[in-house]
């Protein structure tokens, strides 16, 4: 079957699906698969009668959106960001996603409790001091939108899906001769020399006209265009600016450690591992027997962690003695968390059933018995109550900038001095974006909107997070259309100067290269002409500036016959002229490299030729499916 996929998935199809399918897989993880959340009746897309509702896609919007700032930060473009740029490549995602989540399903593949659960203990987002966290975990479903149960669904998908893809791409193999030509290719050397006859020295006395310039305008007009751009003044609203004036007294943070203090039992968090007899992998006569076993061997004394790495069903955990790490009370399915909670540090409870199967339990150590003192607390609770007091005050003044901005036509001087707050400024940005605040959507979009940049309106309150509000003006407006000649006027006098002077030394450069041809030493021929000759042996693809430039060149030439040479003659990008010759070519050699290198390398191949099949997967699935988009 892979082979009729693989003949439907060729050359650079084939790359780009294999890379788009691998960000969706490996990249993507649990925020991008938002199938199971529900939402909107509002269909967008039916995959072989499975919904996608407009919530859901514009949940996988924002997830993308939030990835792609969080990768390349403050830089990425407006329009890159917007709906209308990601609405069709995350619908299709989602809709492929859901093909292969589908085939998993088919396939009979799923998860344990266990392993899910798992998961969830030791994802990052949901630690605390590297430790599971009650409250971290149940804030962060809350800001995705998402219940506990919901969640574990979710996780659930996820894991099967990357389950599935695995079964495919980790089964991939590269041939020995593939390799070789990869490394003869990518890992080839020539040995090259050449001389650089540099524009800098002749620069100074090289004059330009003002009607040379005037021309070169006029004709080239393309290279001188300029977007529509703004410049805004801007108001910022974060609870840390008005945190800075907060006190809080000792006696509210006294109050608040007693509060802590009697909440505390609440917040006992206990170290579980166990030992899981999955019902999906053993018939109920294994079960039976494997329980009675592991119960006669726990109790003549056997160590728990071994007999978890020999009989438990859970692959993670077995390979840790069974260790789950730490639980608050709500991670682990309620038979478990009750059976867990009667026993003392060291005891193995009886047999536990719970969806996932049948567990021996044990309990290796319990933390926060005792609560911390008041002087341990001081400090995080006064912050506590100073970001709280602080975050009041910042709603409260979210709604004033909004009243006081809608009422002030002229500037935010007024707004800021109503709020205690300092009034910001930009330099001009298009809509492409610009540095800091001007690198964000919303912004964008308000400083180019007709009634802010043309009406010279005041935007209403933008809500860039739950923690940071702006109001902008525009203050600065310039039109799309060519840049004026006095803008550029140095430029095209550096442009001019740069190529008369590189025309100058082509004859030169010529010279010198009809004389290599006719066989004459390129040592002394660079003597003859006080050049400099440079060596470049044993050189491979690649380099930057200049370099990179020569380098590029001379990758260009074909090989040379025996005791010949091949010369070249080109310019840079910065003017200079190059004259080159070639002296040797050497293709890699697979056997040349060491052992490590050989199977680091086969390993890449190997993983490259799985992202393809999996992608062909994919492919044939979707042509399999029965795919309706509604418009």
């Known amino acids: 079957m892979l082979q009729s996929m693989r003949d439907n998935l060729k050359g650079t199809a084939a790359v780009i699906i294999a890379a788009f399918f691998g960000f969706i897989l490996v990249i993507g993880g649990i925020d991008f698969f938002t199938g199971t959340s529900g939402g909107s009746v509002d269909q967008v897309a039916e995959v072989d009668g499975e919904e996608i509702t407009e919530l859901e896609l514009q949940r996988a919007i924002q997830n993308r959106r939030d990835r792609i700032e969080s990768q390349y930060g403050e830089e990425v473009p407006a329009d890159l960001l917007s709906d209308a740029q990601l609405r069709e490549p995350v619908l299709r995602q989602l809709i492929d996603s859901l093909v292969v989540r589908e085939a998993a399903k088919d396939s009979g593949m799923v998860m344990s409790a266990a392993m899910v659960d798992k998961e969830i203990v030791q994802m990052p987002a949901f630690q605390v001091n590297e430790q599971f966290d009650k409250r971290a975990f149940r804030d962060g479903l809350r800001r995705m939108g998402f219940g506990p149960i919901a969640f574990r669904q979710l996780l659930e998908q996820d894991m099967t899906l990357q389950q599935y893809a695995a079964s495919i791409s980790d089964s991939a193999f590269t041939t020995r001769a593939s390799a070789e030509q990869v490394v003869a290719i990518s890992m080839e050397e020539r040995d090259f020399d050449y001389v650089i006859l540099p524009v800098a020295p002749l620069l100074a006395d090289i004059s330009v006209d003002d009607s040379d310039v005037e021309t070169y305008y006029q004709s080239h007009q393309k290279d001188f265009l300029q977007s529509e751009q ?31 203090v009697d909440h505390f039992e609440a917040n006992i968090r206990r170290r579980a591992a166990h030992i899981l007899i999955d019902g999906a ?76 199967g049948t567990h021996f339990i044990k309990l290796i150590e319990v933390t926060d018995a005792e609560p911390p003192t008041f002087e341990e607390r001081k400090a ?38 109503e709020l205690g707050v ?45 923690t940071d509000a702006v109001v902008l003006r525009v203050v600065e407006h310039k039109a799309a259309g060519v840049k004026p000649l006095t803008e550029v006027k140095a430029e095209i006098v550096q442009r001019l100067q740069r190529d008369k002077a590189s ?27 006080h050049l400099t000759l440079e060596a470049s042996d044993k050189t491979r693809r690649g380099g930057f500036g200049a370099r990179g430039e020569i380098v590029a060149e001379a990758f260009k030439l074909s090989p040379p016959q025996a005791g010949q040479f091949e010369t070249k003659l080109f310019n840079t ?43 062909a997967v994919q492919q044939y699935l979707a042509s399999k499916a029965d795919i309706e988009i509604k418009q």
């Open 422 to 466: 300092e009034v910001h400024k930009t330099p001009l940005f298009s809509r492409s974006g610009g540095p800091g605040i001007a690198a964000n959507s919303a912004v964008i979009a308000a400083a180019f909107s007709p009634e802010v940049m043309s009406d010279g309106n005041n935007s209403d309150v933008l809500n860039l997070s739950d």
């Open 503 to 529: 025309a100058q030394l082509l004859q030169k450069a010529q010279a010198i290269q009809q004389a290599l041809n006719e066989g004459e030493d390129f040592g002394a021929q660079a003597q003859k002409d």
């Open 281 to 356: 992998l053993n018939d109920a006569s294994q079960t039976e027997q494997k329980t009675a076993e592991i119960q006669r061997k726990l109790a003549a004394g056997e160590d728990f962690s071994t007999l978890a790495k020999e009989y438990s069903d859970d692959a993670i955990s077995s390979e840790k003695g069974g260790d789950l790490g730490f639980s608050s009370g709500d991670v682990f399915p309620e038979q478990f968390e009750e059976a867990l909670a009667k026993l003392k540090p060291g005891e193995v409870s009886a047999p536990v059933v719970t969806d996932s």
């Open 380 to 417: 995080a609770i006064t912050a506590q109550l100073r970001n709280a007091a602080a975050e009041a005050e910042f709603v409260d003044a979210v709604i004033r900038l909004g009243d006081l901005a809608a009422y002030t036509a002229t500037d935010l001087a007024e707004p800021a001095k």
């Open 230 to 260: 703004v410049a805004i003044e801007y108001i910022e609203l974060k609870p840390e600016i008005f945190a800075r004036n907060i006190d809080i007294a000792e006696a509210d943070v006294r109050a608040q450690y007693q509060q802590e």
């Open 573 to 615: 990008t910065s003017g200079d002229q190059v004259v080159l010759q070639l002296r040797m070519v050497r293709p890699g050699s697979l056997s040349a490299q060491s052992s490590e290198q050989r199977k680091a390398l086969m390993r890449q191949l190997s993983s490259m030729n799985g992202t393809v099949e999996l992608a």
